[in-house]
DNA sequence: AGCACTATGCTAATAAATTAGCACTCACGT
DNA sequence: ACGTGAGTGCTAATTTATTAGCATAGTGCT
C-alpha cells in the first residue's frame, strides 16, 4: 500500500501546539491575522476545505482552549487564547533548537539571507543597536 | 461535550509538512539529530509512546517521503529526506509571516531577546557583519 | 544448545482529526 | 409577506493518525 501523500512537502507550520494538520493550518492563518472570521480564515487557507469545516474546526479549537471568540452583530470573530507575542517566542524557541542546533546566530544568518531586499535602513539600524544591547548586556555577567 | 484537550499548550511545533502531531514531533527529532534510529527518536521524545509505535511512525513517515533510511548493520538509521537548509529557511519564512508579520527586524528582534545571554562576542561580530553586508546589499539596487 | 537482547515485518484496534450536511435564526430588499 | 444571503448549532460519517501486539531473525553469552 502507498500512504496518501501528505501534499506539498514545501508548506511549512511553523506554528505551537501539537495539533492535527487542518487545525495548526488555521491556528496559523488566525495567528497571521490577528482576528478573523470563518470566511477569513477560509479564504486565507490555500487548500481551502468546505466552509463547514472551517467553522467546526475553528469551534473545537475553541473547545480546546486555543481560540477565542468575540461576537461583533451576528458573526463570531475569532483570535488566539495565547498572548501573540508569547507563542511568537516560543515558535521561535523551538526553531532554533531543531533546525539550527540552538545557535541564535545561525538562524539570524538564515534570516537575513531569506530576507535580503525586505529590510529598510531604519531595520538594519534597529537590528544594528539591538545587537550592542545584547553586547552590553554580556559584558556585566 | 469537551475535547480531549490537547496537552502542554506551550509546546511548540516549527516543523514543515503537514503532518499529524506524532509525525511532526517525530520529524522534529529527526530534524534535530540529523540522523537517528528508532531507539534515538523514542528518547528525544518528551511525551513516549510505545517502541513500537514510534517504528511505525518512522516506516509511515518514510512511505510518505519525508524520510529516508540507510542500514548500519542490524538497524535503520533513519535521516530528513529533503535537503536540512531548505526546510529550515522554508520554516523561518513560515514563522515570519505567521508571528512576525512578514518583519525579519522583528523576528531577530525576538531571537535575540530570546538568545541574550547563550551569544558569544563572536557571534555578535559575525552578525553585525552580516548586517553590514546587507545594508550594502541594498545599496546597489 | 538455550537465553536474553535488540532489531525488523506486519496487522489490527483505537483514537483523533477532518469533512459535509441539514436545521434554524436574523436582517434586508422587493 | 416572502425569498435570499449570511450567519450559527449540531451531528453523523469518513479518513487519517496513533497505538499496541505478536511473529521472526540475528547476535552474543554461558
Given at each position: 500500500m502507498t500512504r496518501p501523500f501528505t501534499r506539498e512537502p514545501t508548506v511549512p507550520s511553523t506554528s505551537?501546539?501539537?495539533?492535527g494538520r487542518r487545525e495548526r493550518q488555521i491556528m496559523d492563518a488566525v495567528y497571521r491575522l490577528g482576528r478573523a472570521t470563518a470566511a477569513d480564515v477560509l479564504a486565507a487557507l490555500p487548500d481551502p476545505p468546505s466552509y463547514s469545516a472551517v467553522r467546526a474546526m475553528l469551534r473545537i479549537l475553541e473547545e480546546k482552549g486555543h481560540l477565542r471568540h468575540e461576537q461583533d452583530g451576528p458573526r463570531y470573530v475569532y483570535r488566539p487564547a495565547a498572548d501573540a507575542g508569547e507563542v511568537g517566542r516560543s515558535a521561535v524557541k523551538h526553531l532554533l533548537s531543531t533546525?539550527?542546533?540552538?545557535s541564535a546566530a545561525q538562524a539570524v544568518a538564515a534570516i537575513l539571507g531569506e530576507a535580503r531586499d525586505g529590510l529598510s535602513d531604519a531595520e538594519l539600524d534597529r537590528l544594528s543597536s539591538l545587537i550592542d544591547a545584547a553586547r552590553a548586556g554580556e559584558e556585566d555577567r
Open positions: 505551537p501546539h501539537q495539533l533546525f539550527f542546533n540552538g
